[in-house]
T-cell receptor, first 108, second 114 residues
Framework: KNEVEQSPQNLTAQEGEFITINCSYS?????LHWLQQHPGGGIVSLFM???GKKKHGRLIATINIQEKHSSLHITASHPRDSAVYIC??????????FGTGTRLQVFP | DTGVSQNPRHKITKRGQNVTFRCDPI?????LYWYRQTLGQGPEFLTY????????KSRLLSDRFSAERPKGSFSTLEIQRTEQGDSAMYLC????????????FGPGTRLTVL
């Protein structure tokens, strides 16, 4: 079993839909990251959080430390949101442990 | 450009050859990380440095792999006697000092071993 599990693995949506991607982890962490990766490989950090909730534009990230679970929400999805979204947890030794990613496609 | 840079962006080599990749972190970042990502998978940790000290190495880093950060600034990752299984995207990231530092990623070097 992977230390970081994401669901779903693939997700398709119509423009405007509300999207949720889930992440569960089984190790102790100091922080959790949500990352976005576009074709070609570039990774952009969307959020780093250790408790509660963060919002940036149409993106919202939440974390429940007791349940070892985080969610990434995208409101009013748009085709430009199409990408791979990766959950990564920051271990006690500071390295990141990544999930396998959720491939999102948003159609017009 | 003040982001993390990596060179080369793409490398095609024949099995058995040696390759070296370079990563230039954001200048004030003292931590530097190397990750490897194979097709369809999330990245996997390889190693990381704090200044010039290599603090942790993954068991993924076989004897054919070596990483250095001689002056605490740029880092190199060398793969000797490349194998087809080494084909992957090699990602570098850097972060600010302290546990709260967010990691910033470079564009990656895509290695193809023929």
């Amino acid at each position: 079993k992977n230390e970081v599990e994401q669901s779903p693995q693939n997700l398709t949506a119509q423009e405007g839909e509300f999207i949720t991607i889930n992440c569960s982890y089984s190790v102790g962490i100091s922080a959790l990251h949500w990352l976005q990766q576009h074709p070609g490989g570039g990774i952009v950090s969307l959020f780093m959080l250790s408790s509660g909730k963060k919002k940036h534009g149409r993106l919202i990230a939440t974390i429940n430390i007791q349940e070892k679970h985080s969610s990434l929400h995208i409101t009013a999805s748009h085709p430009r949101d199409s990408a791979v979204y990766i959950c990564a947890v920051r271990s006690s030794t500071d390295k990141l442990i990544f999930g396998t990613g959720t491939r999102l496609q948003v159609f017009p | 450009d003040t982001g993390v840079s990596q060179n080369p962006r793409h490398k095609i080599t024949k099995r058995g050859q040696n390759v070296t990749f370079r990563c230039d972190p954001i200048s004030e970042h003292n931590r530097l990380y190397w990750y490897r990502q194979t097709l369809g998978q999330g990245p996997e940790f390889l190693t990381y440095f704090q200044n010039e000290a290599q603090l942790e190495k993954s068991r993924l880093l076989s004897d054919r792999f070596s990483a250095e950060r001689p002056k605490g600034s740029f880092s190199t990752l060398e793969i000797q006697r490349t194998e087809q299984g080494d084909s992957a995207m090699y990602l570098c990231a850097s972060s600010e000092p302290g546990l709260a530092g967010q990691q910033f990623f470079g564009p990656g070097t895509r290695l193809t071993v023929l």
